[in-house]
T-cell receptor, first 113, second 113 residues
Framework: AQSVTQLDSHVSVSEGTPVLLRCNYS??????LFWYVQHPNKGLQLLLK??????LVKGINGFEAEFKKSETSFHLTKPSAHMSDAAEYFC???????????FGAGTILRVKS | DAGVTQSPTHLIKTRGQQVTLRCSPK?????VSWYQQALGQGPQFIFQ???????QRGNFPDRFSGHQFPNYSSELNVNALLLGDSALYLC????????????FGPGTRLTVT
């Protein structure tokens, strides 16, 4: 069975500084991995996805994630945080059959001015 | 192009009652998945419908049931509501098979009193 662990429940950064949200995954086969963002009282928006192509994945709004099989990690980064990045971020792994999504517990990102 | 839509936006029910939530998928999508997001947690997979059949199911009791219509829209029904069923219910649509990303609706906030 697949699972994901988001290593930080809360991350706080200053505007203009780098963002790092950490995610480790567990899967018995080559997984598909995603990062979704959820702003308060809004639905989930896909930031980026990895599906066994390039290990460095670029997403929307300047976010990137690197798939590291040896470390079973899929950390999300952004060079410079913006106030509008404040939200909850979910690392997600997908089952091969049927595309069922398994979510991590989420990381709340706070951006200080 | 309309995205995933859900109705109603909010709902308040009493313990023991039954509720029906509705979802219309993104244009061109044929698969609908339902997720439950309790406060402060990541979404949990309930079940997935394709070709009007339940294809996968998460760890939810039989009180949770669903349906998919020929136009790909879907309903989620919950019987004998419990206080613990209070949550945000998210619908996601996608294409069947492969690792296609899922597009989420804004959710229905269910409160059970």
């Amino acid at each position: 069975a697949q699972s994901v662990t988001q290593l930080d429940s809360h991350v706080s950064v200053s505007e203009g500084t780098p963002v790092l949200l950490r995610c480790n995954y567990s899967s018995s086969y080559s997984p598909s991995l995603f990062w979704y963002v959820q702003h308060p009282n809004k639905g989930l928006q896909l930031l980026l996805k990895y599906t066994s192509a390039a290990t460095l994945v670029k997403g929307i709004n300047g976010f990137e994630a690197e798939f590291k099989k040896s470390e079973t990690s899929f950390h999300l980064t952004k060079p410079s945080a913006h106030m509008s990045d404040a939200a909850e971020y979910f690392c997600v792994v997908s089952a091969v059959y049927g595309n069922k999504l398994v979510f991590g517990a989420g990381t709340i990102l706070r951006v200080k001015s | 192009d309309a995205g995933v839509t859900q109705s109603p936006t909010h709902l308040i029910k009493t313990r023991g009652q039954q509720v029906t939530l509705r979802c219309s998928p993104k244009s061109g999508h044929d698969t609908v998945s339902w997720y439950q997001q309790a406060l402060g947690q990541g979404p949990q997979f309930i079940f997935q419908y394709y070709e009007e059949e339940e294809r996968q199911r998460g760890n939810f009791p039989d009180r949770f049931s669903g349906h998919q219509f020929p136009n790909y829209s879907s309903e989620l029904n919950v019987n004998a509501l419990l206080l613990g069923d209070s949550a945000l219910y998210l619908c996601a649509s996608s294409l069947w098979g492969g690792t296609y990303e899922q597009y989420f609706g804004p959710g229905t906030r269910l409160t059970v009193t």
